[in-house]
């Protein structure tokens, strides 16, 4: 089979389209014929060498895809709703940019109605991050205020979109004014320009003195400390990835006096279970709302895996930032 893997550590260009041997399933995993392959910021961790290969999973990177179940235990995918021949998208520990990829059946999910394959592959790393982050560990509630750091990421407009139809308010931060202008569109009720504008101030203008309720956090770094005196008091603080550094200053006098929570994952090395847990919250929660269109997959721009340097392309645009939405690899078209 046809796969995208990292040469080397270093520049999108270590990216290179190669041969390799396809996956065989092992009990409790489904093979898929890829058609669509989601990119995402951890991809580019790896390709860096910042984002180690969980043991006994595939160097291949990509964490999300969708396509066709060709191969699995017919009992096992039965359990799950599915079986062979199903079109689904399914979260992966690594492998995904491939044309074949192994994924545990509990972490498949099918293709919401009305929805293509290149769509799909774009929503299960996002999705199944949101939920567990905003939802089961940052506990958003209805009426509650969110504030999102990276409005327009891949994970930003999934956040801002989830939030909103849970009934929540979604502050967003952008760095630009058309970026501002796409979160809003997406639904939040305000948006911040972090280049122009101080977002803690402007959030505490917003609700009025109180805070937010809950912070979805990619930065870290210095962010923390602002981000500790703009919340509510009972907030939860909730960090996902540290692309401002991973050194933070935290005013504890405040974290006592507000009854703050400072919390934080990587869904990755999480084991299978876990995972099954959060497909079948999406499933449930997430899904029927996906093929109501109350919840859209954003897709910036779609790259062609029959191109030699699309892998490179992909992470060169996730790296600039000037995206808005997902990127997605595609590797063959929709089937029959």
């Not at 080397?8 to 014929?33: D, N, S």
């Amino acid at each position: 089979m046809q796969a995208i893997e990292i040469s080397e550590f270093g520049a999108p260009e270590v990216l290179k389209l190669v041969e390799r041997a396809k996956p065989v399933p092992v009990a409790g995993e489904a093979l898929i014929r890829v058609h669509a392959s989601g990119v995402n910021r951890p991809d580019v961790l790896q390709r860096k060498g910042h984002y180690p290969v969980p043991a006994g999973v595939s160097d291949i990177p990509g964490l999300e895809i969708a396509g066709v179940i060709e191969a699995g235990e017919p009992q096992a995918l039965a359990a799950q709703g599915l079986k062979l021949g199903d079109r689904i998208c399914a979260l992966v520990a690594g492998g995904g940019y491939a044309q074949w990829c192994v994924a545990p059946i509990a972490q498949c999910l099918p293709v919401p109605k009305g929805l293509s394959l290149s769509q799909a592959a774009s929503l299960p790393e996002t999705f199944f991050t949101v939920w567990s982050n905003v939802f089961d560990r940052g506990l958003l509630k209805e009426g509650e205020w969110l504030l999102v750091q990276g409005g327009t990421s891949g994970i930003g407009v999934t956040a801002i979109q989830m939030a909103k139809a849970m009934g929540a308010h979604v502050i967003a931060t952008a760095g630009s004014l058309a970026k501002c202008d796409a979160c809003l569109a997406l639904g939040a009720d305000h948006a911040i320009n972090y280049k122009t504008q101080d977002f803690a101030q402007e959030v505490l203008s917003i609700t009025q003195g109180r805070g937010v309720n809950v912070i979805l956090d990619m930065v870290a770094g210095d962010y923390v400390a602002k981000e500790i005196e703009i919340l509510a008091e009972d907030g939860r603080l909730v960090l996902i990835a540290v692309q401002g550094g991973v050194k933070s200053q935290v005013n504890a006098g405040l974290v006592l006096r507000k009854r703050l929570t400072l919390t934080g994952s990587t869904l990755r090395p999480r084991d299978v279970a876990f995972k099954a847990q959060i497909a079948q919250k999406l499933h449930q929660n997430v899904w029927p709302l996906l093929e109501r269109s109350v919840i859209k997959p954003v897709l910036f721009k779609t790259f062609e895996a029959s191109d030699a340097g699309a892998g490179a392309q992909a992470h060169a645009l996730m790296e600039s930032n000037e995206h808005i939405g997902k990127i997605v690899i595609h590797w063959l078209g929709e089937p029959n």
